[in-house]
């Protein structure tokens, strides 16, 4: 194998590998979602239990300050889904026309025997700036879905503790 073939496989490798990390963290963001949809129905729950004319006294306010708490949360993680989309970088290997152009400007400027070797380092070279980009990307959207996760299970702990809180409100 020449040293321009190693060159063309391993970027175009790596490149894959980034593309297959992408799609696996696309298909894992279902869980982050299902959970914020959890959270609002929880935030529902306990909007519809909540006595809001006893405001004044600490156990309502409490459990008001952990539903705001909950929902400042749960904002939080939404930002970050939409964020794990959004940050996706789309680059693709050059298309076809351009690589016609490339092979015919090649031969024009170098020959025939300089075809294939300079196609294989434009598409290494292509390959390595997807795989940069992909790279960059995925870390970037893996981290987002890290954290809108663990913001809708922060705004499920503030509904729970206002769920804990109200059988003191209807006692008090």
């Given at each position: 194998?020449?040293?321009?073939?190693?060159?063309?496989?391993?970027?175009?490798?790596?490149?894959?590998?980034?593309?297959?990390?992408?799609?696996?963290?696309?298909?894992?963001?279902?869980?982050?979602?299902?959970?914020?949809?959890?959270?609002?129905?929880?935030?529902?729950?306990?909007?519809?239990?909540?006595?809001?004319?006893?405001?004044?006294?600490?156990?309502?306010?409490?459990?008001?300050?952990?539903?705001?708490?909950?929902?400042?949360a749960m904002l939080g993680a939404?930002?970050?889904?939409?964020?794990?989309?959004?940050?996706?970088?789309?680059?693709?290997?050059?298309?076809?026309?351009?690589?016609?152009?490339?092979?015919?400007?090649?031969?024009?400027?170098?020959?025939?025997?300089?075809?294939?070797?300079?196609?294989?380092?434009?598409?290494?070279?292509?390959?390595?700036?997807?795989?940069?980009?992909?790279?960059?990307?995925?870390?970037?959207?893996?981290?987002?879905?890290?954290?809108?996760?663990?913001?809708?299970?922060?705004?499920?702990?503030?509904?729970?503790?206002?769920?804990?809180?109200?059988?003191?409100?209807?006692?008090?």
């Amino acid at each position: 194998m020449s040293p321009n073939e190693l060159r063309f496989e391993h970027f175009r490798e790596i490149y894959l590998s980034e593309r297959t990390r992408r799609e696996a963290i696309r298909g894992s963001i279902g869980t982050p979602v299902a959970a914020i949809s959890f959270s609002v129905f929880s935030l529902g729950n306990l909007a519809a239990r909540f006595d809001a004319t006893r405001l004044e006294e600490p156990v309502s306010l409490f459990i008001a300050a952990a539903a705001c708490a909950g929902v400042l949360a749960m904002l939080g993680a939404v930002y970050h889904v939409v964020m794990v989309e959004w940050l996706f970088i789309h680059h693709e290997p050059p298309p076809l026309p351009r690589l016609v152009e490339a092979e015919n400007a090649i031969r024009t400027e170098r020959g025939e025997e300089a075809v294939v070797p300079g196609l294989m380092d434009m598409m290494a070279a292509s390959y390595a700036i997807a795989f940069e980009q992909y790279l960059w990307g995925n870390t970037m959207s893996a981290r987002s879905r890290t954290r809108a996760l663990r913001l809708v299970l922060l705004s499920l702990v503030f509904f729970a503790l206002g769920f804990l809180a109200l059988p003191f409100q209807k006692m008090g």
